[in-house]
């Protein structure tokens, strides 16, 4: 691992032994983003003949995003939004069985056998031994109790938080509830936009484990700058030296 | 109110001065069904060139009941299968436009004001003084926090769960996580099936207050059979003497 930033001495001290590990689930424990890739290839397959990949991509991204605060995230505001840019840009003339493939497009993904990332296996059961491990994750509600169920892994978290935002605000109440001190928080995930900035606006630390793709909405141009609380991981295998080290101390 | 079923020395003596409340939230403290039942009428006039509203109502809710475990509850599901049910019935005639509507008509549910029911605004802020109230729901994330956040009532609740389901595994995991044992616990909703039956289950006191619409997929044919654990209210307005009766005691 790399630690971003300056004042690496600090991070044992901010920790200490007896700290919480929050993790985010889509692209950080399980593959995500690929099976919506593919599922955007087949969609802009079903749109080529109004218009080109480019246009459709364009538009489908900007009827999610008018329609993200009514619908939040996860598949089936993904699905709604999908139908309402077919019609929009087919002025109309999609058919109806050509909707109903839109529909049959996400009750697949909704379907989807869970695919873990390298390396979760073998570091998360591990950890929960020692640590007391968070999910923290947006998306449907039952969709993502569907997908952790099958990952094999429930067992290993104390709780479970499926929010609609991962703003600072949510990172807050959720410590709140379980009595844990920003400090004392480690978040891990992909997305820097929802994992990584709003744990360090308040105080926490955290390690980004990019995913080979990122959707659009969570791409961000800042860069994380916390002196200490930020780690740049390339793959969660990475993560128990890191958990080691604050829990050695400055000194290790 | 009027207690359902013997033993009604039992209550006070189970629940004691310090409890905690539990409210549902959709025709419980504000309107719900009454909004989905004027969209229902709007969508069997749409598909009236089809089908009777007989044969479009039966369908709709067949494919809702299909679609409940990768959907689960809320205004979004609703659409899908409410988009489904046009294709299917209309043997794929409906028109892309038509199906706009249908997206139309959901939005506008997501926009709805939200109405509190008569009593809450007089009963729910004196109880939170008293008492640790929980408000525990299912639906979309972000539409529940939505018509909580307008309902003015969000500050009186020390706890909002937005569930997936509300079954005797759901209320346990709640009082768990809360610390709160089953019988100091007492549940006030609309629904049997949900509100009062999975509470009585685990050992916890209910109290019924009924809407004057149920959906189909809420109906149960079983009556509650739990010798002071169950109340039948007429409105929230007989809640706050209730709750009254169960803090003075048996002899009160």
Redesign the interface.
Known sequence: MTEAGPGATLRASMMGDDFTIGFDADDTLWHNETIFENVHLRYRTLLARFHDAGTVEQRLFATEMRNL????YGV??F??SA??T??DL?D??????E??LI?AL??DM??HPVELLDGVQDVIGPLAHAHRLLLITKG????Q?RKLSLSGLAGLFR?VE???EKDSGTYERILR?HGIPPQRFLMVGNSLKSDILPVLEIGGVAAHVPYHLTWAAERVDRVPDAAGRFFQLRSLRELPDLVREMRAGPGA
């Open positions: 605060k009514r619908y939040g089936k505001g699905m709604l139908i309402e077919a019609i087919s109309g003339r999609i058919s109806a069985e909707i109903r529909i996400g009750q909704l379907a449907d509600l039952r969709d109790e709780a499926i929010v609609s509830r």
